[in-house]
C-alpha cells in the first residue's frame, strides 16, 4: 500500500471516530441519560436535601409529613362544598408548580409558575377550609415575593403524603436547567 493510501485511510478512521464520538455526546445530552446520573450523583452526595428552615411553619409542615414521623400529613380527596377543588387536587397542583425548580428523578405532571397562577392558588387557599391551608398560603407567599427556596420542602411535604418512592426532590435547579426544563414542557 502506498503512503497516501495509509494517510488517507488514517484520517478517515480518525474522522469516523469523531463523528461516532460526537453523535454519542448528542445522544447522551438529549436521551435523559444524563439527568438520570446526574440524579444518582444527587442521591449519593445526600441521602437528604438541603432543606431550608426560614419558614417555622413550612419546615414544621414538611418535618410532619416525613416517613419517619408519627403524624402525616394527609389530604381529603372530597370534592369542596364551596366550589373549590378538593385539597388532593389543590395540592397536586402545588406539587405540579414544584416540578420547575426542583430536581428529582423522576416528575408526573407539569403545571407552569406564572405570577397569576400563584395568586390565584394564594386566593384559593385563603377562601378554602383546607386542613394545611396555613402550610399553602405560607408557601405561596414566599413565591408572590419571588423566592423558591422552600420548592424543595413543598414537594416533598406533598410527595411523601402520596408515598412517593420515586421522585424525590434533591435540591433546587439552576436558572439553566429550570430554563431547560421550561423549554421541554411549556414552549
Do not use: C
Not at 414537594?155 to 418512592?165: A, K, L, S
Not at 436547567?177 to 411549556?186: Q, S
Amino acid at each position: 500500500m502506498g503512503s497516501f493510501t495509509k494517510v488517507a485511510l488514517w484520517t478517515l478512521s480518525a474522522v469516523v471516530v469523531i463523528v461516532i464520538i460526537a453523535g454519542g455526546v448528542i445522544a447522551f445530552n438529549f436521551s435523559g441519560v444524563k439527568d438520570s446520573i446526574g440524579n444518582a450523583l444527587d442521591r449519593s452526595v445526600a441521602d437528604e436535601a438541603e432543606m431550608p428552615e426560614e419558614n417555622e411553619e413550612l419546615a414544621a409542615l414538611a418535618n410532619s409529613g416525613s416517613k419517619e414521623s408519627e403524624v402525616a400529613f394527609e389530604v381529603s380527596d372530597e370534592k369542596s362544598g364551596d366550589g373549590l377543588p378538593s385539597e388532593r387536587q389543590f395540592a397536586d397542583s402545588i406539587h405540579h408548580m414544584t416540578h420547575q425548580k426542583v430536581k428529582a428523578q423522576q416528575k408526573w405532571g407539569h403545571l407552569e409558575i406564572t405570577d397569576e397562577r400563584i395568586e390565584q392558588k394564594y386566593e384559593t387557599a385563603k377562601n378554602s377550609d383546607y386542613k394545611y391551608r396555613e402550610f399553602y398560603m405560607a408557601a405561596l407567599e414566599d413565591w408572590m415575593e419571588g423566592d423558591f427556596t422552600n420548592a424543595v420542602q413543598v414537594h416533598n411535604t406533598i410527595w411523601n403524603e402520596r408515598d412517593g418512592t420515586i421522585g424525590k426532590a434533591r435540591g433546587l435547579m439552576s436558572p439553566e436547567e429550570e430554563m431547560d426544563y421550561k423549554i421541554r414542557h411549556f414552549d
